[in-house]
């Protein structure tokens, strides 16, 4: 299986193969012995469906080369969300599935199997099927467009029963705590894909945290496409204003954190993918009160003026974020921010761009990343006056990376001499540290005469702190011997603009 995307795909990737195990179904690493190749798609944005189409053509291509009897299955985002033009765009492909097909998957790739056979059987010359193929008691017949099981609205939602295997290390995994989302931002198109906001039973989850924690894990990522959501699906009349709304005990996002804050180990729990829109004083109450709850806060806001917020579609002012802001820097004392912004969207003016910039200079974001708005098919933002030219969306997201490098790297500053806690991941590779970028070190334990290309020596280890998400934050390189898995205590000794270098404390 190649699976691309975001760590929600990525949990599909690992129920599609924790299902597949179970029913006795081999997995290897190596293609070349694949009766069956798996490309899970992503489909977010424009830059995403092209690595999705390039990984599908590409299997092919190396199928055609290695493994003719190859059958090649074509799952996740991208088909969900342009339904039945993949079949006719992608001939090579064998089957096409949905996300309500996830728990499917056996019998998808066994049908993908036999297709594949009979694509064979019907083209003269060609060499005879794969082993899982023939076993597959059916006669081949002539040959045929690809498969193509799709639901138009997915509803599939994983349990706590659901097979899984975990393609993260040991000592982190990511709880998809909902699925699917009810927002109406204009530039995205993951509502029509992923279907309505679904949120798994708070019990279950528990119960998953539990058996994650028992297993070793020791940092539970809170993930779906909103979490601060999470719970409200569960209301009757939710467009009932709040004060009409009376439930005994309802399930909310700060109920399920105290209920896992309070399951025995030592481990941390993150949170991603809020919204801004559902933030609540009590939820900044139940970070506060609750110590396994990393003071970390993934909050993409997207932008900051009021007429982009507007065409956004955001449920959002300019005044609420600011004002939510504020409360969650008080409410919680040394907090990490991060947020992802949208350069380049139709309307976006100089002087609205001279607002977000603004805005990063005195937000001061530890943790920030930009993209260049690209226009999606069958959003309302797709057709919008005003488009930017891509040149300037480019030079505007160069602009606020540059700027975030250098509040980035003032921030690194201030970590020296302090002592963190940080979850070891692993050893560092040679190749690792040959990319660390360390031209910006502040301290003595790295000379070179050459200080225009400073090389780390020695042995190093990669961990993350408490302000670090896996994947998509800085590293702690930490000189020594340490065990992956564990926490550690380490004192910070220098910084690169978004990494931290360190010893053990």
Known sequence: MISLGCA???????????????????????????????VNTCSFIESAQEESVD????????????QRGQALVVAGCMPQRFGEQLPRLMPEVDAFMGIDQVPRITQIIRQAAL????????????????????????????????????????????????????????HFAYVKIAEGCNHP??????????????????????????????EGVKELNLISQDTTYYGRDFRRHQSAPAATVKLANPTTLSTLLRALNGLRGDFWIRLLYTHPAHWTDELIRTLADCPKVVRYI???????HS?????????????????????IRAGLPGVTLRTTLIVGFPGETEARFQALLDFVKSAQFERLGVFAYSPEDGTRAAKMAHPVPDKIKQQRRDILMQTQRLISRAHGAKQIGRTLRVLVEKEAQAQELQQAQVSSWEHGLVREPDRTRVKLTGRYFVARGAGDAP???????????????????????????????????
């Open 8 to 38: 929600k795909n990525l949990v599909d990737a690992e129920i599609m193969l924790g299902t597949l195990l179970r029913d006795g179904i081999e997995v290897t690493n190596d293609p070349r012995q694949a009766d069956v190749m798996i």
């Open 471 to 505: 994947d998509i934050d800085g590293r702690v390189y930490v000189r020594g011997r340490l065990t992956p898995g564990e926490f550690v205590q380490i004192k910070v000794a220098g910084h690169t603009d978004y990494d931290l270098l360190a010893v053990p404390a």
């Open 307 to 327: 007429v982009m917020l507007e065409r956004m579609r955001r449920e959002t002012t300019t005044e609420q974020i600011l004002e939510l802001l504020a409360k």
């Open 55 to 66: 990984a599908i053509l590409e299997s092919a291509q190396v199928r055609e080369a290695q």
């Open 185 to 214: 931002c204009s530039f995205c198109a993951i509502p029509r894909i992923r279907g309505g906001y679904r949120s798994r039973p708070q019990a279950d989850l528990v119960q998953e945290a539990r058996q994650l924690v028992a």
């Open 115 to 170: 297709h594949r056979e009979q694509r064979l059987a019907s083209t003269p010359g060609t060499q005879t099927a794969p082993a899982s193929a023939s076993r597959v008691r059916q006669s081949p017949g002539k040959d045929q467009p690809p498969l193509y099981q799709v639901t138009a609205r997915p509803v599939y939602i994983p349990d706590y029963a659901t097979p899984r295997f975990r393609l993260t290390p040991k």
């Open 298 to 304: 993934d909050l993409p806001l997207q932008h900051i």
